[in-house]
């Protein structure tokens, strides 16, 4: 295998590869580094035995995001506030050209999802996402993990009843969510703090991550009130020179809120039956940094 032809098959199976890290670590920089590695060690290794280099290079993957999830989790039980996923840019477009796998990819990377597969084990999660997202058979993660078939099927059975009992329900629509949101934004924005009230459910939700690096709630608001009644004051003063843009992330619409062209926050709603269940609010400047280089 020459030099160049190495490269072309590393870059063909790159996207599935920070898929995969970024399910498992829920960060890009460490996605990247970890996918970075697994080059290092692709470029590097006798490959005359390797059948398929997708499994392969999954395999390499996988086993460093579980070390590396390892080494981090004593980091995100120091972490100040509440936790959410870094947000990613997801467009998956002519690369997954069936649309029931869209929705699945777009599920597994979604942030309701992220944040329960917080509260898995590396085994499990590796299992979940490997399984879950991707289909890769039990056979094969089991190689991949360096454990029996069997123990593999009792890993995923146990993450799959975690995640499912754990996961919020929410519509998934993303013109729908794309309306309610533009409805929600015209109401904070213009005063309307009756019309704001409306649109959110009477138990609503709002998260938001700062890692204590900006303003945002040290704990998570509950009610449509108080929900209401922070948004409202943050989009009246509290962010100078506002504006805003429409993006996808984590597989649905979202908005990335501005002040003075520099990212400010990242926000994600998520609704049930024509209303707002959940706010995701993303404040965390560490975790804005690819909106920054756009």
């Known amino acids: 295998m020459t030099a160049e032809t190495v490269t072309d098959v590393f870059e063909e199976h790159r996207p599935v590869l920070i898929g995969v890290a970024y399910r498992m670590l829920a960060r890009i920089a460490d996605a990247e580094d970890v996918v970075q590695e697994a080059w290092l060690r692709w470029s590097a290794a006798s490959r005359e035995d390797v059948r398929e280099p997708r499994a392969f290079l999954v395999r390499i993957v996988t086993r460093l995001a579980i070390d590396r999830l390892r080494q981090i989790g004593t980091r995100?039980?120091?972490?100040?506030?509440?936790?959410?996923?870094?947000?990613l840019v997801t467009d998956f477009g002519p690369t997954v050209p069936d649309?029931?796998?869209?929705?699945?990819?777009?599920?597994?990377?979604?942030?309701?999802?992220?944040v329960v597969l917080e509260s898995l084990s590396p085994l499990e999660r590796?299992?979940?996402?490997?399984?879950?997202?991707?289909?890769?058979?039990y056979a094969e993660i089991a190689t991949t993990l360096d454990r029996t078939e069997a123990a593999?099927?009792?890993?995923?059975?146990?993450?799959?009843?975690?995640?499912?009992?754990?996961?919020?329900r929410y519509d998934v629509d993303p013109a729908q969510r794309r309306d309610l949101t533009e409805r929600f934004l015209a109401a904070a924005a213009g005063g309307d703090i009756a019309a704001l009230l409306t649109l959110l459910a009477p138990d609503a939700r709002l998260v938001g991550d700062s890692g204590g690096k900006s303003k945002a709630p040290l704990r998570i608001l509950r009610s449509a009130d108080k929900v209401g009644r922070f948004l409202f004051a943050v989009a009246h003063g509290q962010i100078p020179d506002l504006?805003?843009?429409?993006?996808?992330?984590?597989?649905?619409?979202a908005v990335l809120v501005l002040s003075g062209g520099k990212p400010d926050s990242v926000v994600q709603v998520e609704a049930r039956d024509g209303v707002i269940q959940c706010v995701y609010i993303v404040r965390n400047p560490d975790k804005l940094t690819t909106f920054a280089a756009e």
Do not use: C, M
Request: neutral net charge.
């Open 126 to 137: 590796a299992v979940f996402v490997l399984r879950e997202a991707f289909g890769f058979p």
């Open 152 to 168: 593999v099927r009792q890993l995923a059975g146990r993450a799959r009843h975690h995640v499912e009992e754990r996961k919020p």
């Open 243 to 253: 504006s805003i843009r429409f993006l996808e992330l984590n597989g649905g619409p």
């Open 99 to 114: 649309t029931a796998e869209q929705a699945v990819l777009a599920d597994s990377v979604s942030v309701a999802v992220l």
């Open 76 to 87: 995100r039980e120091a972490y100040v506030g509440p936790w959410l996923p870094e947000p």
